[in-house]
Structure formats: C-alpha cells, structure tokens
C-alpha cells in the first residue's frame, strides 16, 4: 500500500507544478458582467482552513435546517442553514479525507487512516466506525440500508448502515500510475453507478456487487504516463435512464443507465462535478473553458472562454443559471441558455475549489481559507 501511495501522490505532485507553472502567465482580465443581478450575503461563517491545493472534495452537504461541512484536518460540524449557528462540533483524529454524507439520521465522514465514522446526526456522537481496505477521499452515498463508498484504489464497498458492516466489496483494479482525485457513487434502484481512474464507468448490483455492465468513457492517448492518465473525477448523475459523466482526458459522455450504451459523447477534459438540467449538460475543462452541451444529443449549445487559464470549480444549477467557482476567490454567475454572465461576487483571494451547492434559492459554498459563505442573488431564478 505504501508503494500505491507513493505512486499516486507523485502523480499529484507532477499535476499540480503543472498547474503552478500555468498560474504564473498572466490571467486574462475579467469581462464585465453587463447589468449584473446583486449578490447578497445571506451569513459568513469561519469554519477551518484546508491545505494550499486539494484535490479531495469536502463539499457541504444538507440535511433538512442543517448543514453539514467536513475539512482535512477532522473537522465535523453541523450548522444551522438558516442562520450559520453551529449545533455541533468534532474532531476526528485521523484527519477527513472527503466530504461528508447524510442519511438516516447519520452523518457519514471517510478518515485519512481508511475508516468510515457514523456520527450521531443530532450531537456528533460516534454510532459506529468501520476499517476500509484503503483510504476513501470522496464522500459516501447513503441509500436507504446501504452505504456505499469507493477508496482511492478503486473499490467500491456496500456497508450496513446501521452497523457499520461490510455487505460486499468490488475490486476494479486500479490503474498503477493515477491523479489523487476520485468521485462518489451513484445510486438508482437496484443499480450502483461508479466511475474509475482507468476511464472506465461500471454499473453494479446494488445488492451483490456482482457488475452488470461496463463502458469506456475515457481511452489513454499520448505517449508519456502523464499524458495517458485518464479518470472519471465527476460524480456520476443519474437522470431518468441516462448516466452523465465527465472524465479526464476523455469526454462527457451520456449512457443508458440499463446497458451502459453511450447515447452521444462530446470529446472533453473535465477534473470536476458536471451539472444537468432538462434542457442541457454542463461542464468546465481543466483549462478554464465552459461548454453547454444539448441533453438530448451531445451538441455544442454554447462555450464560455472568459476564464481560460483559471482553475475552476465543478458546476452547480441555481435555477436559470449556473454557477462556479475559481482560484482567485471568485464566484460566477453564467446563464444556462447562453453561457453569458449575469453576476458575480469576489469572496476573498483564496481559490474556490468545491462545487457549489444550491438549495432552493440560495448558494453555499466553502473557499479554501474555512470559510463558508450562504448567497443569495438579488433577483431570486426562476426554477
């Protein structure tokens, strides 16, 4: 495990002086957001400060009032949604290695030594904790009985909910060279969707794990390791019968969700969450650049280039509208229909690294200095 380790955070490394490199040339100045809607800050809150570049997604999650964060250092806390006010505080010793999960009045938290604690969702209390074969940095998906959770090297295990169990394990088989980086499961019915560092997409009995089917989203090209390193690093969206993907150095892709057949795939690299409404499929490439494909087919709708060269975060829906984060503390407003600005809000000087979340008619999201920032545009979307 030591040399899987190594292995992969050299990766990390290579990837991430990559990314320095690019952020020394100067960045193009912002456009002007004509007529932009105001951005009200609903409540700022102080929760704890993260590494100077993670790649691990510690995304809030929200459980009715409540809201739930997580950080590396082990964090856990439970915040009033309508006021910032913390319920409850923990700290978990191994430190948290992704984000948290909520479900069955549980909260679910993956740690840096490749355990899952349950917490008590009321007052943090420890329910049970469970020893993984490997370290998980993405978080846990809750569905009903069953907790699913995926390591870094590309296992996904099925856990009792109540007990903290192991149900079945399946093992892909990791790829030996792959970027630190992983997505969460999806769950329909009586199928799991989980995407691989290998650019593979698999869909598992939910009860067994036994693999239903398998398709390819991403194909190594290039001639280097680096350049052959592909994943599936969004987590996956089921919608109806279709699964939504993103991957890297390969495509966003749609596939039945009964076979595994792709409908259409529009070649792309992605490193984060993609978003879906009725009408389209929503991505931002490692290189700064944001296409709106059309749902049904796959085709270009419109490309947003404005924030070419900026690190960006994955993409949520916020009614008509999309939005993202960057690396210079940014906050985007773009419409889904055309890709144009309609608002924006600087939230300090520290890069936006997880996907925003939006709940109802506000936004959350966490920068990389601790903060947590409830908005609000001025004009509520239309859903």
């Known amino acids: 495990m030591g040399l899987r380790k190594s292995l992969i955070l050299t990766v990390c490394a290579v990837i991430l002086m990559s990314g320095c490199t690019n952020k020394e040339a100067p960045l193009p100045t912002l456009v002007q957001v004509n007529h932009p809607i105001p951005v009200d800050t609903v409540w700022l809150k102080h929760i704890n400060a993260s590494s100077k570049v993670n790649l691990t997604k510690y995304t809030p999650v929200i459980d009715g009032s409540q809201l739930f964060t997580s950080d590396e250092k082990g964090n856990v806390s439970s915040i009033q949604l309508a006021t910032g006010a913390t319920n409850w505080h923990i700290k978990l010793k191994p430190g948290v290695s992704g984000g948290v999960e909520v479900g069955g009045s549980l909260v679910y938290v993956p740690t840096q030594n490749g355990e899952v604690y349950a917490l008590n969702e009321e007052n943090g209390n420890v329910r049970w904790h469970t020893v993984l074969p490997n370290q998980s940095n993405t978080a846990p998906t809750y569905a009903g009985a069953r907790l699913y959770v995926k390591t870094i090297d590309d296992k996904v295990l099925a856990l009792n909910t109540s007990t ?87 495509s966003v892709a749609a596939l039945d969700i009964d076979s595994g057949t792709i409908k259409w795939q529009h070649n792309f690299s992605t490193y984060d969450n993609i978003a879906v409404t009725d009408a389209g499929v929503f991505a931002a490439s490692t290189g700064g650049h944001i296409v709106g494909l059309n749902r049904a087919n796959g085709t270009v709708m419109w490309k947003q280039d404005a924030l070419a060269k900026r690190r960006l975060s994955g993409i949520a829906v916020d009614g008509n509208n999309l939005v993202v984060g960057d690396d210079q503390g940014n906050l985007h407003w773009l419409s889904a229909q055309n890709g144009a600005f309609v608002a924006r809000i600087v939230l300090g000087k520290t890069a936006i690294e997880t996907t925003p979340l939006s709940v109802s008619s506000d936004v959350i999201v966490s920068t990389q200095n601790g903060n947590v920032f409830v908005l609000r545009l001025a004009i509520p979307p239309r859903n």
Do not use: C, E
């Open 164 to 250: 903290g169990q192991i149900l079945w394990t399946y093992d892909q088989g990791a790829t030996q060279l792959q970027l630190l980086g992983s997505s969460r499961v999806a769950v329909s019915g009586n199928t799991v969707i989980a995407g691989f560092s290998d650019g593979k997409v698999n869909a598992l009995n939910a009860n067994t794990g036994q693999l239903m089917w398998q398709t390819t989203a991403a194909v190594p090209q290039g001639f280097s390791d680096v350049a052959q390193m592909v994943g599936v690093f969004s987590d996956p969206i089921i919608s109806g019968t279709t699964v939504f993907v993103g991957t890297y150095h390969g």
